[in-house]
């Protein structure tokens, strides 16, 4: 083989990817880290439980503390770390149990009629433009 034949691979990127492909790719990133930053940064105001029990709501509690709940003595829910969790239950499959910590999908224990809600309340902000 010739040295000459191949070209350098400066040369051979600059024949592939165009400047018009090159804006493309940033715009994708930038529009995805500030997709990833708005999801993440948006409902972070106010986190609350709402525990229902037997097709009501039995407290609404924040997820910004330390709590353990006791409901009528077939279930326990913990909050801790801004999540929450049902720590015991004397349901027969204990699938409640297995759901592990969440803050945003629910727990739900259907023997015992347990529900753990989750919400985020946002601060009303007024913005004052001249």
């Not at 929450?84 to 739900?108: E, M």
Request: aromatic letters at 8%; a positive charge; glycine letters at 2%.
């Amino acid at each position: 083989m010739e040295a000459s034949s191949q070209l350098p691979i400066k040369d051979t990127i600059s024949r592939i990817i165009t400047k018009a492909d090159l804006i493309m790719i940033v715009l994708l990133i930038t529009s995805a880290l500030l997709f990833m930053f708005l999801t993440f940064t948006r409902g972070q105001q106010n986190p609350k439980v709402i525990i229902h029990y037997q097709h009501s709501v039995l407290t609404t509690e924040s997820l910004n503390q330390e709590k353990k709940i006791v409901i009528d003595s077939l279930a326990v829910v913990l909050i801790s770390n801004g999540k929450a969790k049902i720590d015991f239950s004397t349901c027969p499959n204990q699938s409640c149990l297995r759901q592990g910590w969440s803050n945003s999908y629910p727990i739900i224990c259907v023997p015992n009629q347990i529900f753990l809600e989750f919400t985020r309340e946002k601060k009303n902000v007024i913005y004052l433009t001249y």
